[in-house]
C-alpha cells in the first residue's frame, strides 16, 4: 500500500495536484485545526475549497475527499500552526507507524501549510530516509505559483551526505565511537546517499574511519591496509603514519617474527618497543570516556603486565610464559616459585603480572625495577580493584571514582617507567573531532 502524508495551507489545488500526480492507495492530512485552520479543506461540508484569482475568490469547490472520491484516508491536526517543535513530533509520529506497517510505501509532499508545518515535515522525512515530493509549477513572483503545476520528487543525496559529514560523523568520532562511524557510512553507501559527495571525499572519511574501528580493536594490519591509501595527506601521516608504523614494529618484535607486513610507505622514525604499551594506555581511556570502566580497568591492567613483559623480553632475554627456574634472580625465587610445578616436558613456568615486576626489582639496576619497589604494595592493592570485578573474576562493577584512583596510580606510573627508558611522552589521544579543514587530497 502506497501511503502520501501531505500538508494542507490556504490553498488546496498544489494538495490535489500531488495526490493526482502520485495516486496514492491511502492520504495522511496534516492540517492546522481551529476556526481558521485547514481541516475543512479536507473533508468539511459544502464548498470549503476556495479558488482565487488576484487575491479574489473566483469559485468554490467541495472538499478534497469529495473531489477525489478518496476512500482512505485520515486527518492530524494542531492547533497552532507555528508550533516546529510540535508539528515535528506529530510528523515524526505519523511516519514511524505507517512504517511499523511492512506493506506501507510512504511519500511525503510539504507543499501546502505553513512554513513551519512544512518545515516539520521535511526534517521528519529527512530523518526517517522517506522519499519527499514537491509540488509547484509557474511562477510570476516569490508569492505563489500562478499555474502549470506539477509534483516532483527532489534529489536528497547531497543533504543526507552533508548532514552525515558535518553533523554526525564528526559526533561520533567525538565520543570515539568508530564502529558507529563505519556504520554511518556504510548506511551512506548501501542508501546511495555517497552520491552527494565527491567520491574522493567519500572515500576519503569511509576509510579513515574504518582505520580508527580497527586500530580501536586491536587490529593494527588492518588499520594499517586503510590507512596506505590516506597517507598523501600531511596531517594524516604526521597523526598516524609513524605512531602505526611503530605499533606493527614493536608488535611483530614481540611475536618474533620480523618487521611489520610493509603495507605502510616506510616511515621517518625509530620504534622503542613500547608503543604497544602506550596503545592500551591510551585504548582505555578512550573506554573510560565512553564510561566502560570495567574495559578500561582492564586495559590499564594489561598496559602493565606488558611493561614488564617487554622490559624481561627486550633486556634479560625472559619469555614470561615459559620461565626456566634458574634465570629467575635467587633473592626472589623462593617466593615466585612457591606453589609452582614446572612443566614436566620444559621445565619452566609461567609467570603472571605481579611476579613479573616482582622479578625486574630483583635485578638491582634496572630502572623499572626502581620504580616498581617503593610502589608495589599501592599497585598491588590497586590491582585487587580489578580482580573483583565481574571483568575478572569477582562481581562488582567499576565506577568512575574507582576508575580514577587506578588510572592515575597505575598509568602514572607506567608513564615514569616508559619515560626513564625512552625519554618520550606518551603520545596524543586518537583523533575526535577532526580539523575542519581536513580534506582529502585531489
Known amino acids: 500500500m502506497r501511503t502520501l502524508v501531505i500538508t494542507v495551507g490556504g490553498s488546496f489545488e498544489p494538495v490535489r495536484t500531488s495526490i493526482e500526480s502520485l495516486e496514492p492507495d491511502r492520504v495522511v492530512f496534516l492540517c492546522s485545526g481551529g476556526r481558521s485552520g485547514s481541516r475543512s479543506q479536507v473533508d468539511g461540508p459544502g464548498t470549503p475549497c476556495e479558488v482565487r484569482q488576484l487575491g479574489q475568490v473566483v469559485d468554490k ?16 491536526t494542531l492547533e497552532d500552526p507555528d508550533d516546529l517543535p510540535a508539528w515535528y513530533a ?9 512504517m ?5 510505501e510512504i511519500q511525503v509532499d510539504y507543499t501546502g501549510g505553513t512554513k513551519t508545518m512544512s518545515a516539520a515535515l521535511v526534517a521528519a522525512a529527512l530523518d526517517l530516509q522517506v522519499p519527499v515530493f514537491v509540488t509547484t509549477g509557474v511562477r510570476r513572483d516569490l508569492v505563489k505559483v500562478d499555474f502549470g503545476q506539477s509534483t516532483e520528487r527532489l534529489e536528497t543525496h547531497r543533504i543526507h551526505a552533508a548532514r552525515a559529514l558535518k553533523i554526525f560523523l564528526p559526533d561520533l ?23 552527494g559527495v565527491q567520491r574522493a571525499e567519500f572515500q576519503f572519511w569511509w576509510n579513515l574511519s574504518r582505520t580508527l574501528e580497527a586500530w580501536d580493536r586491536f587490529d593494527h594490519d588492518t588499520a ?11 596531517w594524516i601521516r604526521d597523526q598516524f603514519l609513524n605512531r602505526l608504523k611503530n605499533i606493527c614494529t614493536a608488535r611483530a618484535d614481540l611475536e618474533t617474527r620480523g618487521d611489520a607486513d610493509g603495507s605502510l610507505p616506510k616511515a621517518k622514525s625509530h620504534h622503542h618497543g613500547y608503543e604497544p604499551v602506550w596503545d592500551l594506555i591510551l585504548n582505555a581511556e578512550r573506554r573510560a570516556a565512553q564510561s566502560r570502566f570495567d574495559d578500561a580497568v582492564g586495559r590499564l591492567y594489561r598496559a602493565l603486565e606488558l611493561t614488564a613483559q617487554i622490559r624481561l623480553q627486550r633486556t634479560y632475554g625472559i619469555y614470561t610464559v615459559h620461565v626456566p627456574p634458574e634465570v629467575i634472580p635467587e633473592c626472589v625465587r623462593p617466593l615466585l616459585m612457591e606453589g609452582k610445578t614446572p612443566d614436566p616436558k620444559t621445565g619452566c613456568v609461567r609467570v603472571g603480572l605481579f611476579d613479573s615486576w616482582r622479578i625486574l626489582s630483583a635485578f638491582p639496576d634496572d630502572p623499572l625495577g626502581q620504580r616498581f619497589d617503593p610502589l ?3 599497585l598491588q592493592t590497586a590491582l585487587e580493584i580489578r580482580n573483583h570485578s565481574l571483568f575478572a573474576h569477582g562481581f562488582q562493577s567499576i565506577n568512575l571514582d574507582a576508575w580514577r584512583g587506578f588510572h592515575k596510580l597505575v598509568s602514572g606510573f607506567l608513564a615514569d617507567c616508559i619515560r626513564d627508558l625512552t625519554r618520550e611522552e606518551l603520545p596524543a589521544q586518537l583523533p575526535g573531532r577532526l580539523p575542519e579543514l581536513l580534506l582529502p587530497q585531489q
Do not use: C, N, W
Open 61 to 76: 469547490k467541495p472538499s478534497l475527499v469529495h473531489q477525489l472520491d478518496l476512500k482512505d484516508y485520515e486527518v492530524e
Open 90 to 98: 506529530l510528523a515524526s509520529g505519523v511516519l514511524e507507524r505507517l
Open 100 to 104: 511499523s506497517q511492512e506493506a506501507s
Open 173 to 195: 568520532l567525538e565520543a570515539f565511537d568508530y564502529s558507529g562511524a563505519v556504520s554511518l557510512m556504510e548506511r551512506l553507501r548501501i542508501q546511495g546517499h555517497s552520491h
Open 224 to 234: 594499517s591496509r586503510f590507512l596506505a591509501s590516506l597517507t598523501r595527506d600531511p
Open 376 to 378: 608495589k604494595g599501592h
